[in-house]
């Protein structure tokens, strides 16, 4: 009986493409189709995010099973490649990563193996590279089940400066500079927090400052929407394809100073509450749901009904 088998290389380290990998499997088990994560022996698996995919190490693959490999394993690839490209599956998570790991990789290849992408730019991106290959849209989410707006908020400015180290030093100093009457809200650092943790900094929070940069979709900013976070800053790209005047804030990539004046319109529209809050929220609510894990969940299951339906032990969960 052939599995579907992703391949993942973590550290340890917090890391969203690592996440993914993760839900992918264990959603799949919940669907009924038998997947299953393997690493290698050295492999670190993460700390910070609760799952229940079955981790498997040095695992033996067997004749028929589909394998689905990270983009930025090109060792990885080629192998998948040399042993059966119809049964390799590339899973992309951001254009950046595929363009420099991904294509020189597979075009050392005739053939084409199918792709997965988490996004419609993303997609895009694949499809100009390797235009007869088929692209498969399984979008990643903002987990309903985890972030979701807190009944109190505190004032505080939530941001993750993951990618964007320096930005923040300095939208927060001219922020409070250029606008005194927003210098005691608070500044909430997102970083080295467990998942739970982070959803909660950001139900607690009023606003979220997007450093979005090199994204496929800019997941976190979609989470701080779904917490229910007045949202200013960049869209990382990525974000442009949700991003809309009515959900947030957004400024070009790297101006800190229309970030800046971005996060005091964002500040006063929160001062202000009534109508134009709430309808702000609602907005930025409505783009979460349109990321969340149950269309991820239908998404993934109607793809891999087409591509291995042979694979679905039964209906219903195999754990």
Known sequence: MPR??????PTGRIQGGMKMILRHVETLRDLGFDAVFATTPEAVMPEWLDHRAPVHRAFPVLRGDILVIPEDA????????????????VFTQNQYIFSAFAVEALAAFAETPRFMAVGRILAGVVGRAFPTAEVELVPCFADERLFGPASERTP???Y?????ALEPKVISAYFKR???RHAGRPWREVADLREPEVAGVLAASEIYLSLSRFESVGMATLEAMAS???????????GREYATAANGFWV???DCEAAVDALARAADLVLTGGPPLARYREAAQATARQWSYARFREALEETWMRLAPEVRIKDGPLD
């Open 252 to 254: 070009p990539e790297d």
């Open 178 to 180: 250029l606008y005194p």
């Open 74 to 89: 090109s060792n990885a690839l080629g192998q998948a490649m040399r042993r059966d490209p119809s049964r390799t599956v």
């Open 228 to 238: 229910g976070c007045v949202c200013a800053g960049f869209t990382g790209i990525g």
């Open 4 to 9: 579907i088998v992703y391949y993942g290389f």
């Open 156 to 158: 505080a400015i939530a």
């Open 160 to 164: 993750v400066p993951k990618k964007r």
